[in-house]
């Protein structure tokens, strides 16, 4: 990835990522961490390097079978018009999940509760939500298909300090029961919950700063 300087936005980039692990990446607005999320679902194509999934070069993984086992939630998710229960469900309407059971909407339902959406029906229409309402149901839409990789990408920034706790104590808890991985970028400094691994994304490379 090249900047408009003609300087490569990575630089001697190198991250593992190990089962059921929490990583955090901080940096400033712009310095590459919604790329490096995207590249790792495949979203954009390094000019130099490989990325491996499993041993296996990202280019010769199958596109549906990588984003049902590695999922990015972007910053700004994308909704489609229809209800909450309507969004929740469409990954199930997908050939890679064909096999996979729906979540009930009791099941749903204990799920938005635990996010902070109590106040949020499952007919109501996701145009109605705020940002920090529309984020939590990207998530929980992520989680509902139980990926082997979770990208977040800002995940708190819409959300006030009782939301993102709340947030962050289902996310501890689904990494622990499904042995998830956790990557998440953020500028923000502090985080509710110590991660395994923090990074600071500075002038092209991953600095670790330590971890739990």
Known sequence: MTLPDGRALFRDLCLEIHPAQWIQVLGPSGCGKTTLLRLL???????AGVIFWNGTPLTQVPGPVLRSSAVYVAQTPA?????????????????VHATRPRPSREQIRSLLDRLGLEDVPLDRGVEDLSAGQRHRLA?????????????????????????????????????????????????????HRSPDVVFRLQDGRLISMGGA
Request: cysteine-free; proline content about 6%; overall charge negative.
């Open 139 to 191: 998530l929980l839409r992520a989680l509902l298909i139980e990926p082997r990789v979770l990208l977040l990408d800002e995940p708190m920034t819409a959300l006030d300090r009782d939301s993102q706790r709340k947030v962050e104590v289902v996310l501890e808890e689904f990494r622990k029961s499904n042995g998830t991985s956790l990557v998440l970028v953020s500028h923000q400094e502090a985080v």
């Open 41 to 47: 679902v495949a979203l954009e194509r390094p000019e």
């Open 79 to 95: 909704l489609v018009p229809g209800s909450v229960h309507h969004n929740l469900l469409l990954p199930f309407g997908l050939r």
